[in-house]
T-cell receptor, first 116, second 114 residues
């Protein structure tokens, strides 16, 4: 079946512009996660959704970052007034057993964001 | 908080060599442990997992044993192939404020030469 889909795959934007990143999880997966991966770094947790609510948004680095999820499906991550340090690969993952100890994550291919 | 430490890469091996990628973790309680693999141009995918102490996860010839006494989950393969070239991520899922948010290591790049 279809996996996790992210769009766009690449985004180049000018400093100060807003960007919107989209994630389509696997159908029926209730849990959705956003991570960020800077060059040479590990995966940095940003936010977790269970259904349409976000019980854990502790990883969002500043108030320029926000995310929403609708219909227990698509999620968008919005970065306002982008800065060069926002350049990274943004990964989305979904899971059928969200927030549970043993549930593996299914990842999309990521969006590579470059802020010039 | 929870954390995962992996050996630095890249790891470069010849085909049929033995592979070990070290992973140690810090967590409260009893986390589940995972290895994910990212092949070139693809997303991360689950390779194997272990959910309790002394469990061995295995898949595609790779193995890792959950060692609580040494807080380790080292990845091993007896004979690597060129097609195993990828980035490998160790991860844990442990309690964090009422839910289980997976924590990942930095990833270790493996390059296998013919």
């Amino acid at each position: 079946g279809a996996g996790v889909s992210q769009s766009p795959s690449n985004k180049v934007t000018e400093k100060g512009k807003d960007v919107e990143l989209r994630c389509d999880p696997i159908s029926g997966h209730t849990a959705l996660y956003w991570y960020r991966q800077r060059l040479g770094q590990g995966l940095e947790f940003l936010i977790y959704f269970q259904g349409n609510s976000a019980p854990d948004k502790s990883g969002l680095p500043s108030d320029r970052f926000s995310a929403e999820r609708t219909g227990e499906s698509v999620s968008t991550l919005t970065i306002q007034r982008t800065q060069q340090e926002d350049s990274a690969v943004y990964l989305c993952a979904s899971s059928s057993l969200g927030g549970q100890l043993n549930s593996p994550l299914h990842f999309g291919n990521g969006t590579r964001l470059t802020v010039t | 908080g929870n954390s995962v430490t992996q050996m630095e890469g890249p790891v470069t091996l010849s085909e049929e060599a033995f592979l070990t990628i070290n992973c140690t973790y810090t967590a409260t309680g009893y986390p589940s442990l995972f290895w994910y693999v990212q092949y070139p141009g693809e997303g991360l995918q689950l390779l194997l997992k272990a959910t309790k102490a002394d469990d061995k996860g295995s898949n595609k010839g790779f193995e890792a044993t959950y060692r609580k006494e040494t807080t380790s989950f080292h990845l091993e393969k007896g004979s690597v192939q060129v097609s195993d070239s990828a980035v490998y991520f160790c991860a844990l899922s442990g309690a964090s404020g009422g839910s289980y948010i997976p924590t990942f290591g930095r990833g270790t790049s493996l390059i296998v030469h013919p």
